[in-house]
Structures are given as structure tokens and as C-alpha cells.
């Protein structure tokens, strides 16, 4: 899944905690993302003043709501044909 113009909660790893501690109050915050890429997520703190580089090192969980499509994706049986 792809985090990017997503609302994410993250929960930062100890070393994120070190790095980033001064930036956020806790532990867990939720922010917008804005793109990611090999370095991590780029996203918005304050009112979209300033994007941040969230390193994949810095963070532990990442939590997402997930919208199930409308309809149920229709799959392949799978076996032999009789």
C-alpha cells in the first residue's frame, strides 16, 4: 500500500524517539503524508507549513484505514476444470 495523500499514524522507533523527540510531544502521531520514496515519508507537520523526511528507521508502525472497494473483486476459481 502506498502511504502517499494518505492520513497516517506513526509510531516512532527508539532511535526515531532520539532523532525526532524535540519535533513531536509522543510517541504516536497521525500527520499527512505527502510522497514517499527509498529514504522514507515526506510529510506535513504544522499547518502544512513544512515537510518532514520520516526515515523508514524511524518510525515502528504505521497505521492506515483501509475503504474496501464497493465490489467484491471477482476471483479465478482455482483447480481442475471438469
Request: glycine residues 6%; negative net charge.
Amino acid at each position: 500500500m502506498n502511504l502517499a495523500d494518505k492520513f497516517v499514524t506513526f509510531r516512532l522507533s527508539p532511535e526515531g524517539q532520539v532523532a525526532l523527540g524535540s519535533t513531536f510531544d509522543k510517541p504516536s502521531f497521525r500527520v499527512e503524508v505527502e510522497d514517499v520514496d527509498e529514504l522514507g515519508a515526506w510529510i506535513w507537520i504544522g499547518k502544512r507549513t513544512s515537510l518532514l523526511l520520516l526515515k523508514w528507521d524511524y518510525f515502528s508502525t504505521a497505521v492506515v484505514e483501509y475503504e474496501p472497494p464497493d465490489q467484491p473483486m471477482e476471483r479465478e476459481r482455482i483447480g481442475f476444470i471438469r
